[in-house]
């Protein structure tokens, strides 16, 4: 951690669940922007350079990255402590809410408009992942792969996921190894003096 | 949504696994492994219809939190409360208990060669697990013109311009409602 500090920090580990339960509820179709408004811009208990920092780990690391997040937030002030009520404040009560709504759900979903609202927003949900994985092609640009044999890898695995339904665990250990293997080699090439 | 089929305890000893194992796989968000579940729990094991599938996570997606309280939802349709406690265990834990034992490792080695070459290695199988995602909740969409157009237009406004995702659920509710999906 380099440069600035943060302004605050949280007062305990009952503030900190609070806070992660207060911008769990605001995210709809996603905690991070979320996140980052509440944490760096108005608690100011991380500075920007320090969200990025935890963000890139917590996409490292497998598991939601929010999730990831908040524990290492949370671990970093009050231990393990910290980490379970981080966890907690971002899981517990969306947790209720959403279990209430599908029990609502299946109660009332004899009724047509009740289904077809659902199906409507299975599709704009289908809708919204693709994007994301739209979004996030071009910066691949930086891949250590070069541009090109990213594209591969992702036309490769689709395929196999798709096209051959494979299991993940295939999936991963045949082209993510090659891939994270060849991304090693082109890095050593990278730095060796010309 | 059906009450699913019932769940002996093998059933529910292979599910904890498999999702504890996902658990450690889910690199880029637990969505990326909802091909690998859909997988596993539809076309697999039967244990959930390709339509209750994807409700649960357009469910999960229109109430507020995390994306991957998807997966109690998915946990709650097998088996109520005790289901969801059981698959968000499964898929929680082990990645908890992992990044917590390499927050300090990584935290110094960030810049090395090892982690450059993971993280830079594994974005295009993210990328592709995330397309393969959108695709495959679109499935049941497949057979509709109006949901089909639903699905390719929110995906492209939303890839295309910085609308909150809020909205375009919420113009697929109406959409649905109106009888239009």
Same mark, same amino acid.
């Given at each position: ?22 911008? @769990? ?5 996603? &905690? ?7 944490? %760096? ?12 920092? #935890? ?6 690391? $497998? ?12 671990? /970093? ?5 910290? @980490? ?8 517990? &009560? ?33 809708? +919204? %992942? ?19 044999? =990213? ?44 | 949504?059906?009450? =699913? ?29 909802? $091909? ?6 539809? /076309? ?24 991957? +309280?998807? %997966? ?21 834990? $082990? ?13 110094? /080695? /960030? ?29 049941? =969409? ?14 492209? !406004? ?12 919420? =113009? ?5 409602? #109106?009888? #239009? !999906?």
């Amino acid at each position: 951690m380099s440069g600035e500090r943060p302004a605050h920090r949280p007062r305990s580990a009952w503030a900190l669940a609070l806070a992660f339960n207060q911008l @769990a509820l605001q995210g709809f179709g996603g &905690v991070l922007p979320v996140a980052q408004h509440e944490l %760096v811009e108005r608690r100011g208990w991380l500075t920007k350079a320090e969200f990025l920092e #935890l963000l890139a780990l917590g996409q490292v690391l $497998p598991g939601p990255n929010i999730v990831n997040m908040a524990l290492m937030f949370g671990h /970093r002030h009050f231990g393990l402590r910290g @980490a379970v009520a981080a966890l907690l404040g971002l899981t517990a &009560v969306p947790t209720l809410i959403v279990l209430a709504l599908v029990a609502l759900y299946g109660r009332f979903n004899e009724l047509a408009p009740v289904a077809g609202a659902l199906r409507g927003m299975a599709a704009v949900a289908a809708g +919204l %992942v693709l994007a994301m994985g739209l979004k996030l092609l071009p910066s691949l640009r930086k891949s250590p792969l070069g541009w090109l044999a =990213a594209l591969g890898v992702v036309a490769l695995s689709l395929v196999l996921i798709l096209v051959l339904h494979w299991p993940l665990p295939a999936v991963l250990g045949s082209v993510g190894v090659g891939s994270v293997l060849w991304a090693w080699w082109r890095l050593g090439a990278e730095v060796k003096p010309e | 949504m059906s009450a =699913a089929a019932a769940l002996g305890w093998g059933d529910w000893a292979q599910l904890i696994l498999h999702f504890m194992l996902l658990s450690l796989l889910s690199i880029g968000g637990a969505i990326t492994t909802a $091909p690998e579940m859909h997988r596993f729990m539809v /076309r697999e094991h039967g244990w959930i219809s390709g339509a209750d599938f994807s409700q649960s996570i357009a469910l999960a997606q229109s109430a507020p939190g995390p994306n991957v +309280l998807f %997966v109690a939802v998915l946990g709650w349709q097998l088996g109520g409360v005790m289901g969801a406690i059981a698959t968000m265990a499964g898929i929680l834990l $082990p990645s908890s208990a992992l990044t917590l034992a390499l927050a300090h490792w990584s935290r110094r /080695r /960030r810049d090395s060669r090892g982690v450059r070459a993971f993280t830079g290695g594994l974005a295009p199988l993210t990328v592709a697990l995330l397309l393969s995602t959108g695709w495959l909740l679109a499935e049941p =969409a497949h057979a509709h013109l109006g949901a089909l157009a639903l699905f390719a237009g929110s995906a492209l !406004v939303s890839w295309r311009w910085r609308l909150s995702p809020l909205w375009l659920i919420a =113009a697929g509710a109406v959409a649905g409602a #109106l009888g #239009l !999906v």
